[in-house]
């Protein structure tokens, strides 16, 4: 077994145990591998695991990432997600081959994805992203937002609200971010009651993210690695 496929098989196993403990099942919580700055050949390994969700954060990546493996690993249907902060004018080239955007969290960027939507009569799936911290350079809605921001995402055709994403402060105990999260969904499912997904938790933290109710936890490098180092 290689180093990459027992990183994985201990997530799993650690997702699996931590769903147990707070009686739920495995099959809740979805794995969604992040593979930024790791090389292509890293995601066809763990497809040939049987994985299917990954994301990425920067579309010059992505983009080339999702092309080449389509040619190295033809057949497999892909599940990429988007997690980074979408600049608006790389929203239709990550439309051609994210599934999910987990970064929905400013008016411009809705805006444009609904030009997106209505020009090609696609479909989107969408995470309002949550800004958690007091730095607003952060990307990320503000909370108090969110009533408002949901409503007009409803106005767009071929947008679909799935839930939540939110990562946690830097320095603090991501408990509190993430039940501020919960908190943050219950308000939106008055607004979407079919947004019950919640995108928390990371390589650090998602156990803790999985206790509270996490249904995607987003990880990176306890199952990448270093890159270079697979």
């Known amino acids: ?3 990459l496929a027992a990183r994985y098989k201990e997530v799993q196993d650690r997702i699996s145990a931590a769903a147990t403990l707070s009686g739920r099942q495995a099959s ?7 593979t930024k700055t790791h090389p292509t050949l890293v995601v066809a390994e763990l497809a040939d695991l049987g994985h299917r969700s990954f994301g990425e954060n920067k579309d010059q990546e992505a983009r080339p990432k999702a092309m080449e493996l389509d040619v190295l690993r033809p057949g497999i249907n892909f599940d ?9 004018n790389k929203v239709k080239s990550a439309m051609i081959y994210a599934k999910t955007i987990h970064s929905l969290d400013r ?14 009569q696609a479909q989107i799936d ?10 607003l350079n952060r990307g990320g809605l503000d909370p108090s937002m969110i009533r408002q921001f949901a409503e007009s995402a409803l106005e767009v055709p071929g947008l679909r609200v799935l839930g939540v994403m939110a990562v946690a402060g830097l320095d603090v105990d991501p408990r509190a971010d993430f039940e ?12 979407v009651p079919e947004a019950k997904a919640l995108s928390i938790g990371m390589s650090a933290d998602y156990e803790v993210a999985i206790e509270l109710g996490a249904t995607h936890v987003r990880i990176g490098s306890a199952i990448t690695g270093p890159r270079g180092n697979n």
């Open 1 to 3: 077994m290689s180093q």
């Open 28 to 34: 809740d919580v979805e794995l969604i591998v992040i």
């Open 80 to 88: 990429w997600h988007f997690v980074g902060q979408l600049q608006s």
């Open 180 to 191: 501020t999260a919960v908190r943050i969904s219950h308000e939106l499912r008055e607004i």
């Open 107 to 120: 008016p411009s960027l809705l805006k444009e994805i609904a030009k997106q939507l209505a020009s090609s």
């Open 126 to 135: 969408c995470y309002i992203e949550l800004n958690l911290t007091q730095d």
